[in-house]
């Protein structure tokens, strides 16, 4: 090539670069996906922040792995080293790995599966809640969570996760240079999860809370109220630095609904079959004899939630609550055999119904 064609090409280069890192949305841009603009919105201010520490709390639907990935991508068109873990449900895996290679051209690691050379040279590795604490009989975890190993921590929909995960990975974010958590129902009412969730987003308030005995909730308000006296910055400003919720963000369909595309609800009535009424009972036999201040916050709030899914979903559930034995367990037992006979799922088929009625009256859709 000519050498002054050259030079030309490499002052453009320079210049794209240059002009993406001003907008800071360089390399988010690259998924294979048409952004909307609440999604734009959020990654912009993500980006433009001074640490990537947030919660993006959308309404179910508006795409926050998409978002998540868009920041991905951006922080390692800054560092191409850059390296994400993500923890997130059994039930969101096979969602994360197709996202990641469809839309965010990443060949994600799988823990556990994938061999320690694969995990070590792929930038994004996905983990299930089982896969960052010591199992029976295990010497080491499969994933040591560290900040050595990772830039960036994702945690994806944290209230589904039995507490004392949640809690590994609050204290395991106080390593990590950025971490995002995913979840549009944070539980951010209750105060045992809020402690959690702010702790991974506000490592500073939260180290500031254990020093002084106190909560993370009330360093943050006393910081919002100090700031709120200072002069000669604006509202936003003031907000963006010193809030209580200025690392939460949360995008609604009401807020955006000029932009997204309109959803339409049909309500269903239908018959639960036997075995899901059977199910259903027993989870609500556990919450009569739960503590509302203890037992929600771990294994029985997510055993309970187990119960109203799937056949699949509960049936590791109903076998440990029949090893226990008694009453609950002999019903358990029932379910559980009546599961195996009948899997099915009275809420799929009534969405297949729609799904079906709606292509019989027009099939272009």
């Known amino acids: 090539m000519d050498h002054y064609l050259r030079f030309v090409n490499c002052v453009q280069a320079l210049r794209r670069r240059t002009e993406a890192l001003s907008i800071a949305m360089g390399g988010a841009l690259g998924v294979a996906a048409a952004p909307l603009p609440h999604q734009l919105a959020t990654v912009r201010r993500v980006l433009s922040d001074t640490q990537v520490r947030h919660l993006l709390s959308d309404e179910v639907g508006l795409g926050k792995t998409v978002q998540a990935l868009m920041i991905i991508n951006a922080l390692r068109w800054q560092y191409p080293k850059h390296r994400t873990v993500v923890v997130a449900p059994d039930n969101l895996l096979a969602q994360w790995q197709e996202e990641c290679w469809t839309r965010g051209h990443i060949m994600p690691a799988?823990?556990?599966?994938?061999?320690?050379?694969?995990?070590?040279?792929?930038?994004?590795l996905l983990a299930r809640p089982r896969d960052i604490v010591r199992r029976q009989g295990e010497?080491?975890?499969?994933?040591?969570?560290?900040?050595?190993?990772?830039?960036?921590?994702?945690?994806?929909?944290?209230?589904?996760?039995?507490?004392?995960?949640?809690?590994?990975?609050?204290?395991?974010?106080?390593g990590f240079r950025q971490v995002l958590?995913?979840?549009?129902?944070?539980?951010?009412?209750?105060?045992g999860w809020r402690e959690l969730i702010m702790r991974m987003i506000e490592p500073a308030a939260a180290f500031r809370a254990r020093f002084d005995g106190r909560s993370v909730s009330e360093v943050l308000a006393e910081r919002e109220l100090l700031a709120g006296s200072e002069a000669g910055e604006d509202g936003g400003a003031i907000y963006l630095k010193y809030a209580a919720t200025r690392r939460i963000i949360r995008n609604s369909r009401e807020g955006w609904g000029d932009y997204l595309p309109v959803r339409r609800n049909t309500e269903v009535r239908i018959q639960p079959l036997s075995a899901e009424r059977e199910r259903h009972e027993i989870a609500a036999c556990m919450l009569g004899h739960a503590s509302p201040g203890t037992d929600l916050q771990g294994r029985p709030w997510t055993a309970v939630r187990a119960l109203q899914r799937s056949a699949r979903a509960a049936r590791d559930i109903l076998g440990e609550l029949a090893g226990q034995g008694g009453v609950l367990g002999e019903r358990a037992e029932r379910a559980r055999a009546a599961s195996l006979e009948d899997p099915g799922d009275s809420r799929l088929e009534a969405l297949l119904d729609v799904l079906a009625e709606e292509w019989e009256q027009d099939p272009a859709q």
């Open 110 to 124: 799988l823990a556990g599966v994938a061999t320690d050379r694969e995990a070590d040279s792929s930038p994004l």
């Open 139 to 174: 010497a080491e975890r499969t994933v040591e969570l560290t900040g050595r190993s990772f830039d960036l921590l994702v945690v994806d929909e944290p209230q589904t996760m039995p507490r004392e995960i949640v809690q590994s990975l609050a204290q395991a974010a106080d």
């Open 181 to 191: 958590v995913l979840s549009a129902t944070p539980r951010l009412g209750d105060g």
